[in-house]
């Protein structure tokens, strides 16, 4: 049973332009969101992060939108630069009993091009 | 490096061989999570231990599978007789406490184990 979905295994984006990745989750005890980026051979890194009490957070060029009602979550990256080019996954958890831990989704890799 | 250290990068081990992998959390962090991930997956939890002490070991199987985070040293993820499906990118994470509230987990650059 897959959680946290992620639809998209792969976008292309031309530099400069918008980048968007989605997140669909089926959980409603998940109350905090978070983006990772991954390089290969690396793990992953923490990019941003959002609460289920806002509705967007943004840092820098990353933006991620949260749609309670929708369960769907959005990381916007702009302008795209070659150096975003990673496999992106989302990422999900939730007050359960005494621990918490992330449910991720597949990734979606994305590809910058020139 | 103030980061999450795993060892070994790669570990190459035949079927029904054992496998040790180690990880030392980010200096002042007492909480530690594996993961794992499958070719073309996202990363699986798969326990979380604070020193001496197993959290949630939830999504650790059955069998063949240990961790332990002693009161010194690094945690250490045990794979006992290892089978060809155990292949995997192998991932530690640390944190400072609980990241129940809103603290992100800091992972390490893993352990790919291959099994032959």
């Known amino acids: 049973d897959q959680q946290v979905k992620q639809n998209s295994p792969s976008l292309s984006v031309q530099e400069g332009r918008i980048s968007i990745l989605n997140c669909d989750y089926t959980?409603?005890?998940?109350?905090?969101f978070l983006w990772y980026k991954k390089y290969p051979a690396e793990g992953p890194t923490f990019l941003i992060s959002?609460?289920?009490?806002?509705d967007k957070n943004e840092d820098g060029r990353f933006t991620v939108f949260l749609n309670k009602s929708a369960k769907h979550l959005s990381l916007h990256i702009v302008p795209s630069q070659p150096g975003d080019s990673a496999v992106y996954f989302c990422?999900?958890?939730?007050?359960?009993?005494?621990?918490?831990?992330?449910?991720f989704g597949t990734g979606t890799r994305l590809q910058v091009t020139l | 490096n103030a980061g999450v250290m795993q060892n070994p990068r790669h570990l190459v081990r035949r079927r029904g061989q054992e496998a040790r992998l180690r990880c030392s959390p980010m200096?002042?962090?007492?909480?530690v999570y594996w993961y794992r991930q499958l070719p073309e997956e996202g990363l699986k939890f798969m326990v979380y231990?604070?020193?001496?002490?197993?959290?949630?070991e939830s999504g650790m199987p059955k069998e063949r599978f240990s961790a332990e985070f002693p009161k010194e040293g690094p945690s250490i993820l045990r794979i006992q007789q290892v089978v060809r499906g155990d292949s995997a990118a192998y991932f530690c994470?640390?944190?400072?406490?609980?990241?129940?509230?809103?603290?992100?987990?800091?992972f390490g650059n893993g352990t790919r184990l291959t099994v032959t």
């Open positions: 200096k002042g962090h007492s909480h």
């Open positions: 231990l604070q020193k001496e002490n197993i959290i949630d």
């Open positions: 959002i609460s289920s009490i806002k």
């Open positions: 994470a640390s944190s400072p406490s609980w990241t129940g509230g809103n603290s992100p987990l800091h």
């Open positions: 959980n409603s005890m998940f109350d905090y």
């Open positions: 990422a999900a958890s939730g007050k359960t009993g005494t621990a918490s831990k992330l449910t």
